[in-house]
């Protein structure tokens, strides 16, 4: 059993950055497949990216691909989401998910553990 809590999220103006944490306890992220998505209200939650559980493949929607970075600290056992020019159109709360397996998952469904949520607003 492993336990998330996503911290960073808050208002920023387009063009602007913010880098979201997810920190776990109860077991290291050793063996755990991490992802980020988000879900904007009205709609689906939707993948943001993922890091396999080695920490060295990762998947990253179109959407963010080039302005979005997904990283682990293994000492820390977090792992950040870094997203950079950021547009209107990010807004939603984000949420950290882990899951059971080597492969980098798009959906929801295939994710075993989940945050609370942090949310990220961006100003046009």
């Known amino acids: 059993q492993v336990q998330l809590v996503e911290s960073g999220g808050g208002l920023v103006q387009a063009g602007g950055s913010l880098r979201l944490s997810c920190a776990a306890s109860?077991?290291?992220?050793?063996?755990?497949?991490t992802g980020w998505f988000r879900q904007a209200p009205g709609k689906e939650r939707e993948f943001v990216a993922g890091l396999g559980w080695s920490g060295g493949r990762t998947h990253s929607a179109d959407s963010v691909k080039g302005r979005f970075t997904i990283s682990r600290d293994n000492v820390k056992n977090t792992v950040y989401l870094q997203m950079n020019s950021l547009k209107p159109e990010d807004t939603a709360v984000y949420y950290c998910?882990?899951?059971?397996?080597?492969?980098?998952?798009?959906?929801?469904?295939?994710?075993?553990?989940w945050g609370q949520g942090t949310q990220v607003t961006v100003s046009s």
């Open positions: 998910a882990a899951r059971l397996d080597s492969y980098v998952s798009t959906r929801v469904n295939e994710y075993d553990y």
């Open positions: 109860g077991r290291t992220f050793s063996g755990y497949t």
